[in-house]
């Protein structure tokens, strides 16, 4: 069974750059999380949603970070303009509810 | 706002010995989720734990939840170097909730 997937896996842009990160969730899941992972802060969600909506975003840090989930199976982080300071890796987890999420392997993200 | 102190926030142990984690939270909760990360690795969840006096144990790994408290502890057991791994704890921001907010992880080293 094919678990959370999230291309691309690393990516290096410059500054300024639109980046794009994509999530596929587990099929039949019905919430579905980013977060993002750095040395300083840890982990953090950035936003979840639930069948599709989005249910809480207020820990996406500005208006540069946009997130859509158009369907039950695709979900997309967008952040534009980038800058140096949104370098981290960035997961997308998945579950059913009250359930353990299920984390995909990660997009390392480098802005020079 | 939810904290959540994870202690001790890195821990080296000799193969064989015993030791516990422990996870303090701040606000009331309904369940308590555990997970693993490897260096440079998604994470993996462990254990979930639901309901006051809740215990789970997986090979040398026992997690137990007290609600009243607000603690959750993970025990480890005669260890082994393939227990080395950050460990994080993560409950919901409230009851019933889906948005967890992670400890600061605790990073463990099994030393031969």
């Known amino acids: 069974d094919a678990g959370v997937i999230q291309s691309p896996r690393h990516e290096v842009t410059e500054m300024g750059q639109e980046v794009t990160l994509r999530c596929k969730p587990i099929?039949?899941?019905?919430?579905l999380f980013w977060y993002r992972q750095t040395m300083m802060r840890g982990l953090e969600l950035l936003i979840y949603?639930?069948?599709?909506?989005?249910?809480?975003d207020s820990g996406m840090p500005e208006d540069r970070f946009s997130a859509k989930m158009p369907n039950a199976s695709f979900s997309t982080l967008k952040i534009q303009p980038s800058e140096p300071r949104d370098s981290a890796v960035y997961f997308c987890?998945?579950?059913?509810?009250?359930?353990?999420?299920?984390f995909g392997d990660g997009t390392r993200l480098s802005i020079l | 706002e939810l904290k959540v102190e994870q202690n001790p926030l890195f821990l080296s142990m000799q193969e064989g010995k015993n030791y516990t984690i422990y996870c303090n939270y701040s606000?009331?909760?309904?369940?308590l989720y555990w997970y693993r990360q490897d260096p440079g690795k998604s994470l993996e969840s462990l254990f979930v734990?639901?309901?006051?006096?809740a215990v789970k144990q997986e090979g040398r790994l026992m997690a137990s939840l007290d609600t009243k408290a607000r603690l959750s502890t993970l025990h480890i057991t005669a260890a082994v170097h393939d227990l080395s791994a950050t460990y994080f704890c993560?409950?919901?921001?409230?009851?019933?909730?889906?948005?967890?907010?992670f400890g600061t992880g605790t990073r463990l080293t099994i030393i031969p």
């Open positions: 987890a998945s579950s059913f509810i009250r359930e353990p999420q299920h």
């Open positions: 099929s039949g899941h019905n919430s």
């Open positions: 949603f639930n069948n599709n909506v989005p249910i809480d």
């Open positions: 606000t009331t909760s309904d369940r």
């Open positions: 734990l639901l309901s006051n006096g």
């Open positions: 993560a409950p919901p921001i409230n009851f019933g909730n889906e948005k967890l907010t």
